[in-house]
């Protein structure tokens, strides 16, 4: 398959995100290059992402062997799946993970296993090839760690559960802002710049945990950031909104669960009810509901259904 065409686009003067068109799509999932002293990369993506994070390096002018880190906020491989691949081409780097994550980057049978449960079929197209990652190539960070990456920017780490347990954000204080993966959900793009602002949470199995999410969320509201970089996709400096948006969301979602479950029915079910209150909203907006976001929301919500319906069923045990 031929490749997309996109340059880089240009956050600010140092901070730069790559689109690696996970699932073949546009504007899904990045790769946030930090420009200081160690070039730092945030989340790779998946593998069949590397070919364009690559070809994005090399259109900023940075060469494999400058990157020294790789880090990766969560394992999920549309995050982290592609980590073992990039490393073989980046000598001098260095991969930091959460403690949760380390064995699972080192021996990703298991994770790859999950994600397989999950994808069906088109796990091979969305994911292949899984690369162990050596032991002596990780590196752990978690709670209250740090990194220095410039004469002027030490990174810090926070542990933020509710999307996953293996789940760390990171903290850039030249920008005051928060690289946060999926814990504080997903930005839409093409709403976005259609003029309307979407963030809703993404509960995916199997370690959604709404309470956990929400004094994630509640962390990052304390802050004062002026700006979030999202997993999927893009940064945005309307962090309040972004952030109230995502909890109340999150309410709805528990909510519409919640009434799921005690009609014992399934997640095709809630997911088919979500994807209504989503259209509800977006109607109200003057979104179309054959709106070519579409493609991706309903995809959204039937991960999302499945981690919803596993926390619920958890609840019971």
Known sequence: MLMKEKKPIQIDERIYLIDGFDMDIANRTGTYVINED???????GPSPSIKYVKRGLEDLGFSLD??????VTHIHLDHAGGAGLLIRECPNATVIVHPRGERHLASPRKLAAGARAVYGDSFSDFFDPIIPIPEDRLLVKTEGDTL?????CTLKFFD????????????DPVSNGMFTGDTVGVRYQELIDQG?????????PNHFDPNAMENSIKRMKDMNLDRIYFGHFGATENVDKALSQVSEWLEVFVDVGEQVM???KGYDVLSGRLIEKVKEYLRSNGIDDDNA???????????CALGIVDYFQKLKQ
């Open 38 to 44: 160690a070039l730092t990369l945030i989340e790779t």
């Open 66 to 71: 400058e990157v020294k880190y790789i880090i």
């Open 148 to 152: 220095k990456i410039g004469a002027n």
């Open 160 to 171: 933020t559960p509710g999307h996953a347990k293996h789940h760390i954000s990171i903290y």
């Open 196 to 204: 309307v602002d979407l963030f809703l949470p993404t509960t995916s």
């Open 262 to 264: 005690a009609e014992k």
């Open 293 to 303: 976001a579409y493609i991706i929301i309903n995809l959204d919500m039937q991960v």
